[in-house]
């Protein structure tokens, strides 16, 4: 059996498939919506989809601004991206502060205390620091909360040299919804931050928009939108209508049949036996499993593509191998299935597991291997 280019040299023949250009054609659809710099948001190994490849690609879109979650993604991140990185979790922990500093990561700050480890750090170690105040306007995660606070912040600030105040950011809870009630009286408490900044005289570049912002809120872009989600190709969720703008999926999952077998009326398949055969059929073995990410909520309910054809999950997926119905069709050992691609989207295998896009992508695991198209 002839492999295909991109399978030369893997023993298993089970890999997400990623179109960078895919997503330089995403990026293109969001800066056209935004009218604003945007930023990408990398955190999670870009959704699944590899970060330093998608930074590359972005930054070839001309992306300036990157966002990841951990201290390790930006350190990684900044090994091949000269841009800004903005750390969008706080760090409390001094080595780390200083090995970020060193970097020159922009970091999220919300507390006086953060605020003054900082300072404190910047002038023992002679180095200056960007910071991107996070105002907590709904969402109750992390994040200032309130006016006085945000004032002792800009007090504290004032005339320190080493911190420059480069940004300021909030985050919506429900902007993917179809009731937009609460996000606009987000929006509008972040616009009361910001004139405040203003008013003493600060002037840092602000941030609010998700994807679902971005496409939905052109009053919450501000100087900056953030594009996670949307990057990829996918719409927030089901409610945000997206036919304004044309997004494409990036990421296929590919695995291949390694054993076909007719089962007679009343075998079972898989642990449980959740699946009995209620006539003869004809069962494919995939190696994929949900150690691959290829979750076991989809057992019994995914379906996948052999060729031009769906093909339906059966009985509980293993942590290695998942089996499909084939009656009917040629199916034989190395015929490859598509599990994400081809028609199967990530959104539709989320909402069969009862879960979000973004955990079906970023589940897919360290044990799959990432293949480029396009980079
Ligand atoms: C602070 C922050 N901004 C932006 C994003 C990107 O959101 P989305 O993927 O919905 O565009 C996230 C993702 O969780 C986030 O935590």
């Not at 969720?237 to 997206?242: A, P, Y």
Request: aromatic fraction near 6%.
């Amino acid at each position: 059996m002839k492999a295909r280019e991109e399978e030369k040299g893997m023993l298993r023949k089970t890999y997400a498939l990623i179109d960078l250009e895919c997503i330089a054609h995403n990026i293109r659809e969001l800066k056209r919506m935004a009218k604003t710099e945007v930023m990408a948001v990398v955190k999670a190994n870009a959704y699944g989809h590899g970060m330093k490849q998608v930074a590359d690609k972005a930054m070839q879109q001309g992306v300036n601004w990157f966002a990841v979650a951990t201290p390790d993604e930006a350190i990684e991140l900044r090994q091949t991206c000269d841009k800004h990185i903005l750390l969008l979790s706080s760090v409390d922990d001094e080595l780390t502060l200083r090995v970020l500093v060193e970097a020159n990561i922009s970091l999220c700050v919300y507390t006086l205390e953060q605020l003054n480890s900082l300072i404190l750090l910047c002038k023992k170690i002679n180095h200056n620091a960007c910071i991107h105040i996070k105002i907590d306007t709904g969402m109750n995660r992390i994040g200032l909360r309130t006016k006085e606070e945000l004032l002792i912040l800009l007090e504290k600030l004032k005339g320190q040299a080493s911190i420059f105040l480069e940004g300021v950011f909030t985050h919506f809870a429900t902007a993917d919804e179809a009731d937009m009630e609460f996000t606009y009286r987000q929006l509008q408490s972040f616009q009361q931050a910001v004139e405040t900044i203003k008013k003493e005289n600060f002037h840092p570049i602000c941030h609010a928009s998700n994807s679902a912002a971005i496409l939905k809120i052109p009053k919450a872009h501000f100087d900056l939108c953030r594009m996670g989600i949307s990057m990829y190709g996918y719409a927030p969720s089901q409610e945000t209508n997206i036919k304004e703008v044309s997004l494409k999926p990036a990421l296929s999952l590919i695995s291949y049949i390694t054993y076909v077998k007719t089962i007679s009326a009343g075998d079972s398949v898989s642990y449980g036996r959740q699946f009995i055969a209620q006539r003869p059929e004809k069962v494919a073995t995939v190696a994929i499993g949900y150690a691959d990410g290829y979750i076991r909520a989809l057992s019994g309910k995914a379906e996948a593509m052999l060729g031009s054809r769906r093909i339906k999950n059966i009985g509980r997926i293993c942590m290695d191998q998942s089996m499909f119905l084939v009656t009917g069709t040629e199916a034989k050992i190395g015929d490859k299935i598509q599990l994400i691609g081809n028609g199967v989207t990530a959104q539709e295998l989320a909402c069969l597991a009862g879960t979000i896009t973004y955990e079906i992508l970023t589940g897919l695991s360290a044990r799959v291997p990432r293949v480029y198209l396009n980079d």
